[in-house]
């Protein structure tokens, strides 16, 4: 079985940035799919990047940018010019399918890390 750590949250002032990783271990997930989703209070879990397997073929939005090192089986999600309503609890996700594209249903989490924002 993977297991994936997320680290890298943090209590963090308004306009700065933070880096997430997730690390996987236990199996090599170079030819996975990994998402990124945040749980907000009172909110529904939502995706907020993902990356394909081998090739690293992304999809991420505006103030967000996902990368991975295969090798280092990390992935990470760089988070710039943070706002408050970006708080939450972090999670990684991934599948065994390589195109995030392909991907339904993630079954692979980990435990989260938490970001706070404020001003």
């Known amino acids: 079985q993977v297991r994936l750590v997320e680290s890298g949250g943090s209590s963090v002032q308004t306009g700065g940035s933070l880096k997430l990783s997730c690390v996987a271990s236990g199996k090599t997930v170079a030819g996975w799919c990994v998402a990124w989703f945040r749980r907000s209070l009172g909110k529904e879990r939502e995706k907020v990047a993902t990356i394909d397997g081998y090739t690293g073929t992304n999809t991420e939005e505006g103030r967000f940018t996902v990368s991975r090192d295969y090798g280092a089986e990390t992935v990470y999600l760089q988070i710039d010019t943070l706002k408050p309503e970006d708080s939450g609890l972090y999670s990684c996700?991934?599948?065994?399918?390589?195109?995030?594209?392909?991907?339904?249903?993630?079954?692979?989490w980990g435990q989260g890390t938490q970001v706070t924002v404020s001003s």
């Open positions: 996700a991934a599948s065994k399918k390589m195109r995030c594209a392909d991907v339904n249903t993630f079954t692979y």
